[in-house]
């Protein structure tokens, strides 16, 4: 019977350093996901061109990099840094495939870290190297792919300055680099505190290395934040674009089942209360995008009505908890089951537009407005229902995401040690960043994308711990 892991294999645990990664196993996985790459840029050039948010991450007709109050600046300067290499488009894109690739690099070398086997460590670095998702993320002029290779980056060099011992130039490294994902979609913060937890709890008999690790978790991030913030008032930049909009968003939470008669409205809100019952309503995002909607007819979309809306928001979820509960419930649901309250208008971005089967009307207009700031940005697309196919049979979704999570919590009880420490660090990181956007906003399919490479360490490091405690109880 192959062992999972043996007690002179975790005593001997390798550093978790480069030369791991001539695991032949591991290269042959690694050079499988860059033959699917160059395949995909083959087969679907240059790029997936359907969303109309591309252009304002690419900041077409010369808009400010500060200048947008939906969204952070990081991707956006990654896009002007590699556009001043080349004006190319599929530039960019081959960019961001080598960089989706690294994702795998990193949660093998953080396995290792973890005293993993190596046949093992090779499970979740997979994800990220295999998955339709993730080669459809990287394949488009979107910031999640970015988001993506930044958080599990973080998490997987803060392993290193976590495991065996206290590392504080590591542990910073990964602190800057879950901040700079925080500058690239703001949920990304929600993993500083993650990482502060996790460190004090590792370091907990030191009272000097609590202090310490604290400190190397959480302060760089802070800096980044900072220094993005320097940059704003130093180009004389109008939004940071990170909670510029949070009282809409909030809004757009709460106003599916807001009833002013549990509650005061804000003066100057009263016309946002609705007559219609919470099944006749559309989802948080009809009250954002909708044109026709109540609020975006009576108020300009922006910062400024961006606080009387909120406040609304925090009233409607104050007077009726039990509501907003059942929303994030529902919203959380979707990630496993996508078809419940399918039927709701504008309850956020579907699987089915998130696939290389979809195409619409807009990607000609996104075509039109790329081509005034990049070369050859014509779409040829070959093979697209294999390329479809592939990525409906190689995603994680329903009865995976649910295992993987059975085994996360079941692994948190059974662990020990740095397999603990793993678990409790990718697990939370994972929860934190399914759960951060239905809290304040909505679900959407692609929020769920980022998280699943962490949840299949955490996951996979659970039945770890399992097999661990069978072998170890088989023993005495």
């Given at each position: 019977?192959?062992?999972?892991?043996?007690?002179?294999?975790?005593?001997?645990?390798?550093?978790?350093?480069?030369?791991?990664?001539?695991?032949?196993?591991?290269?042959?996985?690694?050079?499988?996901?860059?033959?699917?790459?160059?395949?995909?840029?083959?087969?679907?050039?240059?790029?997936?061109?359907?969303?109309?948010?591309?252009?304002?991450?690419?900041?077409?007709?010369?808009?400010?990099?500060?200048?947008?109050?939906?969204?952070?600046?990081?991707?956006?300067?990654?896009?002007?840094?590699?556009?001043?290499?080349?004006?190319?488009?599929?530039?960019?894109?081959?960019?961001?495939?080598?960089?989706?690739?690294?994702?795998?690099?990193?949660?093998?070398?953080?396995?290792?870290?973890?005293?993993?086997?190596?046949?093992?460590?090779?499970?979740?670095?997979?994800?990220?190297?295999?998955?339709?998702?993730?080669?459809?993320?990287?394949?488009?002029?979107?910031?999640?792919?970015?988001?993506?290779?930044?958080?599990?980056?973080?998490?997987?060099?803060?392993?290193?300055?976590?495991?065996?011992?206290?590392?504080?130039?590591?542990?910073?490294?990964?602190?800057?680099?879950?901040?700079?994902?925080?500058l690239t979609r703001n949920i990304g913060f929600a993993l500083v505190p993650v990482l502060g937890i996790c460190s004090v709890v590792w370091f907990r008999q030191s009272r000097r290395r609590i202090y310490l690790a604290l400190v190397a978790a959480t302060l760089p991030a802070l800096l980044v934040l900072a220094c993005y913030w320097g940059a704003i008032v130093l180009t004389h930049g109008r939004y940071l674009g990170l909670s510029d909009m949070r009282g809409w968003n909030l809004y757009a939470r709460a106003a599916p089942f807001a009833d002013c008669r549990k509650f005061t409205p804000p003066a100057g809100t009263e016309i946002l209360c609705e007559q219609r019952p919470p099944s006749e309503r559309p989802g948080p995002f009809g009250y954002v995008w909708d044109l026709n909607s109540t609020p975006r007819r009576m108020f300009v979309l922006g910062p400024e009505s961006s606080r009387k809306l909120g406040v609304f928001g925090q009233r409607a979820i104050l007077h009726q908890p039990l509501d907003y509960l059942q929303a994030v419930v529902i919203d959380l649901t979707k990630y496993i089951d996508p078809l419940v309250a399918s039927r709701q208008r504008y309850g956020g971005t579907p699987r089915e537009v998130l696939s290389f089967a979809y195409r619409n009307d807009s990607e000609k207009l996104v075509v039109d407005a790329m081509a005034k700031g990049y070369r050859g940005v014509n779409v040829r697309l070959r093979g697209q229902k294999?390329?479809?196919?592939?990525?409906?049979?190689?995603?994680?979704?329903?009865?995976?995401?649910?295992?993987?999570?059975?085994?996360?919590?079941?692994?948190?009880?059974?662990?020990?040690?740095?397999?603990?420490?793993?678990?409790w660090l990718f697990g939370l990181s994972a929860l934190a960043l399914y759960a951060t956007p239905v809290i304040v906003m909505s679900y959407d399919y692609r929020y769920g994308m980022p998280p699943q490479a962490l949840l299949a360490v955490s996951g996979v490091l659970g039945i770890v711990a399992l097999a661990q405690r069978k072998q170890s109880d088989s023993c005495r």
């Open positions: 019977m192959v062992e999972i892991n043996s007690r002179s294999e975790i005593s001997s645990a390798p550093s978790g350093n480069w030369r791991e990664l001539r695991y032949e196993p591991f290269l042959i996985l690694l050079g499988t996901g860059l033959f699917l790459r160059i395949l995909l840029m083959l087969l679907y050039f240059p790029a997936i061109m359907i969303f109309v948010d591309s252009p304002r991450y690419a900041r077409i007709n010369n808009w400010p990099l500060f200048g947008d109050f939906w969204m952070p600046a990081g991707y956006p300067m990654l896009l002007q840094l590699l556009h001043a290499i080349s004006n190319r488009l599929w530039v960019t894109i081959a960019f961001q495939h080598l960089l989706g690739v690294s994702t795998g690099v990193f949660l093998f070398l953080a396995l290792r870290r973890l005293g993993v086997a190596r046949w093992i460590a090779c499970i979740p670095a997979a994800v990220p190297l295999l998955s339709g998702d993730q080669l459809f993320q990287e394949h488009t002029v979107m910031s999640d792919f970015f988001f993506t290779v930044l958080a599990t980056a973080g998490v997987c060099v803060a392993i290193r300055g976590l495991v065996p011992t206290l590392q504080l130039k590591w542990l910073a490294a990964g602190s800057i680099l879950i901040g700079a994902a925080g294999i390329l479809a196919f592939y990525q409906d049979a190689f995603r994680l979704d329903g009865l995976i995401i649910l295992t993987l999570l059975f085994f996360t919590v079941l692994g948190l009880v059974k662990a020990r040690g740095q397999i603990c420490l793993g678990i």
